[in-house]
Antibody, heavy 119, light 113 residues
Framework: QVQLVQSGAEVKTPGASVRVSCRAS????????FAWVRQAPGQGLEWMGT????????TYAQKFQGRVIMTRDRSINTVYMELNSLTSDDTAVYYC????????????WGQGALVTVSS | DIVLTQSPESLAVSLGERATISCKSS????????????LAWYQQKPGQPPKLLLF???ARNSGVPDRFSGSGSGTEFTLTISSLQAEDVAAYYC?????????FGQGTKLEIK
C-alpha cells in the first residue's frame, strides 16, 4: 500500500534552516510528483511547491521563492523540503503529499512533521 | 492568486441529517478545453493529515462512502454529506488545482448537533 513517512518534529531558532524528509513506498516513486503543504497551528492549508521526482524539476509558490528548496533522492525514494531563514511565522506542521496522476490534487499524505521556531 | 471562500466556517448537524458546505472561487475553475472543474475536497480529522474525498468537483476518491457528493461548476461548488455519521466530524477544505499557486479554502468545521 502507498505510504509516505516523514521525519520527526524539529525545534529551530529564528534565522535557522530546517530540512524535512518524506520517504515513499508501495508504488513506483518516479511516476508521481510530490507537493509540500503546511498548516500553522489551528489554521488552514498552504501549498508550498511541487517536485517531479523523475527529473527533479520544481515549482515553488512565489511566497517561498528564494527560501525553499525541494530535492529528491531516487535511490532511497525520498523527497526533501528545506526552508531557510525561519521565523516564528514558519511554525507549522509540514506535510508531503503525492500528487494525483490526473491533476494537482493530493491523493496520499505523510503524517506531518511539526516544525517549531522559537528563541 | 485564486481565492476560495468556504461557508459556513462551522456547522452543527444532527446524526442522519444532511450537511452542506459551500466553496466559492474568485475565478472560474472550469477548463473549457476538457469541460472539467479543477476543484477537490478534503476531510481532515484532528491530529491527522487531510484525506482526499472528491476531485473534478464531483468524482469520489477510491474508498469514499457514497454519502459524500460534490456539485457545482465555474465558481460555485458544494460538498454534501447526505446522512451525517459520527465519524464525519472533521474539518473540510476545498482546493483548486486550476492555476498555481494551488490554494485551499479556509476550512469548515463540522460537528454533531
Amino acid at each position: 500500500q502507498v505510504q509516505l513517512v516523514q521525519s520527526g518534529a524539529e525545534v529551530k531558532t529564528p534565522g535557522a534552516s530546517v530540512r524535512v524528509s518524506c520517504r515513499a513506498s508501495g508504488y513506483s516513486f518516479p511516476d508521481y510528483f510530490f507537493a509540500w503543504v503546511r498548516q500553522a497551528p489551528g489554521q488552514g492549508l498552504e501549498w508550498m511547491g511541487t517536485i517531479n521526482p523523475n527529473g527533479g524539476a520544481t515549482t515553488y509558490a512565489q511566497k517561498f521563492q528564494g527560501r525553499v528548496i525541494m530535492t529528491r533522492d531516487r535511490s532511497i525514494n525520498t523527497v526533501y523540503m528545506e526552508l531557510n531563514s525561519l521565523t516564528s511565522d514558519d511554525t507549522a506542521v509540514y506535510y508531503c503529499a503525492r500528487v494525483h496522476v490526473e491533476g494537482a490534487m493530493f491523493d496520499f499524505w505523510g503524517q506531518g512533521a511539526l516544525v517549531t521556531v522559537s528563541s | 492568486d485564486i481565492v476560495l471562500t468556504q461557508s459556513p466556517e462551522s456547522l452543527a448537524v444532527s446524526l442522519g441529517e444532511r450537511a452542506t458546505i459551500s466553496c466559492k472561487s474568485s475565478q472560474s475553475l472550469l477548463y473549457r478545453s476538457d469541460n472539467d472543474n479543477y476543484l477537490a475536497w478534503y476531510q481532515q480529522k484532528p491530529g491527522q493529515p487531510p484525506k482526499l474525498l472528491l476531485f473534478w468537483a464531483s468524482a469520489r476518491n477510491s474508498g469514499v462512502p457514497d454519502r459524500f457528493s460534490g456539485s457545482g461548476s465555474g465558481t460555485e461548488f458544494t460538498l454534501t454529506i447526505s446522512s451525517l455519521q459520527a465519524e464525519d466530524v472533521a474539518a473540510y477544505y476545498c482546493q483548486q488545482y486550476h492555476t498555481p499557486p494551488y490554494t485551499f479554502g479556509q476550512g469548515t468545521k463540522l460537528e454533531i448537533k
